[in-house]
T-cell receptor, first 116, second 114 residues
Framework: DTAVSQTPKYLVTQMGNDKSIKCEQN?????MYWYKQDSKKFLKIMFS???????INETVPNRFSPKSPDKAHLNLHINSLELGDSAVYFC???????????????FGEGSWLTVV | AQSVAQPEDQVNVAEGNPLTVKCTYS??????LFWYVQYPNRGLQFLLK??????LVKGSYGFEAEFNKSQTSFHLKKPSALVSDSALYFC????????????FGAGTRLAVHP
């Protein structure tokens, strides 16, 4: 059973389009995250939700909007896609925020977004 | 502010030889330290972590890491490398309390040659 699953795995779309990436975790965790990995493989946190509440919102353009309908799901919607949005987006989860007690963050397989 | 440095972009090792992937960190207070591995076109897999206690931490696939507070380091090691260990390795740090973020290093590519 996949612990953190995200769809789609690959997405190629044109500039200006709107797209969503869905994420679900079956680990019973309270906290979920979106991380972005750029072309140089650098990983940076974008958002974190704890029990459906937005906890971390990094300096991400407003075109990116996370939505958490329940604590097992965290979707990422991106409006007006730009070339620079091309990256790998990772969903992740942990029992609580990692800093609280050193809980391990578990990652999904990633969604490869290419904007053309 | 927290930060992680992985000073080597790539580490090359012959199969059967010991390997070390270096990591140093900067954090105020006590750190929580993690190692993850990423295989091509895959997600990050957790290898091991240091929270407290014994400075030598053992993890998955025969990997271990040693926490050195005085040198602010958390180097990843394996006594005998396998070709299948070839991947991208990430060190990460956070600190206790509240909603602290897990900050990743830039990654080190490990290439194990037959």
């Amino acid at each position: 059973d996949t612990a953190v699953s995200q769809t789609p795995k690959y997405l190629v779309t044109q500039m200006g389009n709107d797209k969503s990436i869905k994420c679900e975790q079956n680990l019973g965790h309270d906290t979920m995250y979106w991380y972005k990995q750029d072309s140089k493989k650098f990983l940076k946190i974008m958002f974190s939700y704890n029990n459906k509440e937005l906890i971390i919102n990094e300096t991400v353009p407003n075109r990116f909007s996370p939505k958490s309908p329940d604590k097992a799901h965290l979707n990422l919607h991106i409006n007006s896609l730009e070339l620079g949005d091309s990256a790998v987006y990772f969903c992740a989860s942990s029992p609580v925020m990692s800093g609280s007690s050193g809980n391990t963050i578990y990652f999904g397989e990633g969604s490869w977004l290419t904007v053309v | 502010a927290q930060s992680v440095a992985q000073p080597e972009d790539q580490v090359n090792v012959a199969e059967g030889n010991p390997l070390t992937v270096k990591c140093t960190y900067s954090v105020s207070g006590n750190p929580y330290l993690f190692w993850y591995v990423q295989y091509p076109n895959r997600g990050l897999q957790f290898l091991l972590k240091y929270i407290t206690g014994d400075n030598l931490v053992k993890g998955s696939y025969g990997f271990e890491a040693e926490f050195n507070k005085s040198q602010t380091s958390f180097h990843l090691k394996k006594p005998s490398a396998l070709v299948s260990d070839s991947a991208l390795y990430f060190c990460a740090v956070t600190r206790p309390g509240g909603y602290n973020k897990l900050i990743f290093g830039a990654g080190t590519r490990l290439a194990v040659h037959p």
